[in-house]
């Protein structure tokens, strides 16, 4: 036990079947859970990255909290019966090529469940998912090509039009802005549909050589034995309309247990989010909290109250246990910055933990700024 935490008489994840592999507070962009079901082990976003260079350590430092990172990733995908991948950025997903890798086959053999990567999806992210399985089939001796088919959609409904809580919000002095903002996302969703979704060619749902089976999860239900993954459709990363793309939120049952994850929501600033999760009434939530580190550049002040008050309403409504982390941990401030945060799980006795402190340890970049 670390002195001067606070001990919480909390529910275990482990009791509900969750493992907490690695996240930010301990070093690395990760967000990386292990699901134990009676059938085996499912992997979610089996990725890390090097923190960004205002993070208080060398980059020689960092890459190695990276690669411990991927180490023990790799460890439990070893015997892994599938993985879930939520979005293509790199601290949720590797490449088989990656050099801290013991074993690039690593990912082969198993049930692969991951975002589609013909819509919903940014540029950036289109071409990392295609790169991802450009690889993943190159192993073994098959041909991305050969998965390769015409756009089966034309149409695309928006997404914001299922944010009925958030686009009746009134923002006082913002709202003006905002309106402008949501504008402009509109005519960069438009331009997804029109000239990436409906025109460029698709990639099926692949089978490979070895029997590696690579299907979709947007909006679809998996079973492995007594635990059922719900993944929902892709949410914004973000706030709505967020040129980083989308996301594949995250529900986990076993038995009459819940848990959510949240995987990048960032916050989430998004109310109708967050009234979601409230609905499910979760007994644990995984949360990405909004990125502190931004502030106030390219995380303004309005919606970094939001995220706030998000996180409020959720616990609010009386989780057992909120793991707070990922984005969060990024720089020293966080804790101050999300202050209102942990008054509130107080007030509520809920226990709001980072990562490091459910597995005992003190968050990284408290000691590196207590040192400095």
């Not at 990639?203 to 998996?222: A, H, M, P, Q, S």
Request: aromatic fraction near 10%; glycine fraction near 6%.
């Amino acid at each position: 036990m670390v002195p001067g935490l606070r001990v919480f008489p909390m529910l275990r994840l482990e009791k509900l079947g969750v493992r907490l592999l690695w996240f930010d507070s301990l070093g690395a962009k990760c967000a990386a859970v292990a699901i134990e079901s009676s059938i085996g082990t499912i992997v979610v976003d089996p990725g890390a990255a090097e923190m960004q260079p205002s993070y208080p350590l060398s980059l020689t430092e960092k890459f190695e909290l990276r690669r411990r990172a991927i180490k023990l990733i790799e460890k439990y995908l070893k015997s892994a019966i599938a993985a879930v991948i939520t979005h293509y950025h790199y601290d949720h997903h590797f490449l088989p090529s990656d050099p801290d890798l013991d074993n690039e086959r690593v990912l082969l053999g198993k049930t692969l469940i991951i975002k589609n990567p013909n819509k919903y999806i940014n540029e950036s992210q289109w071409g990392r998912a295609r790169l991802f399985l450009t690889e993943l089939t190159a192993l073994t001796g098959d041909a991305l090509d050969n998965f390769i088919m015409e756009p089966q959609e034309l149409s695309f409904d928006d997404p914001t039009e299922d944010l009925s809580i958030a686009l009746s919000k009134d923002f006082g002095s913002y709202s003006s802005r905002r309106r402008e903002l949501l504008g402009k996302g509109r005519k960069w969703f438009t331009r997804l549909c029109r000239e990436l979704w409906s025109k460029k060619p698709w990639i099926k749902e692949l089978t490979l050589r070895d029997g590696t089976k690579i299907v979709w999860g947007d909006g679809r239900t998996f079973e492995f034995g007594d635990i059922v993954i719900q993944v929902l459709q892709p949410w914004f990363h973000g706030v709505e309309y967020d040129r980083t793309g989308w996301v594949l939120p995250l529900v986990i049952r076993k038995n009459n247990y819940t848990v959510f994850y949240s995987s990048d929501l960032m916050g989430p600033p998004i109310e109708d989010y967050a009234e979601y999760i409230v609905k499910l009434r979760p007994d644990a939530v995984i949360l990405d909290g909004p990125p502190t580190y931004l502030f106030p550049y390219m995380l303004n002040r309005v919606n970094l109250r939001r995220a706030i008050n998000n996180a409020i309403t959720i616990i609010n409504s009386g989780p057992k246990l909120l793991i707070y982390d990922h984005h969060l941990l990024r720089e020293k401030k966080w804790r101050e910055r999300t202050a209102e945060v942990f008054e509130e799980a107080k007030r509520n006795d809920v226990p709001v933990l980072t990562a490091a402190e459910y597995l005992g340890k003190k968050p990284l970049i408290d000691e590196l700024s207590a040192n400095r």
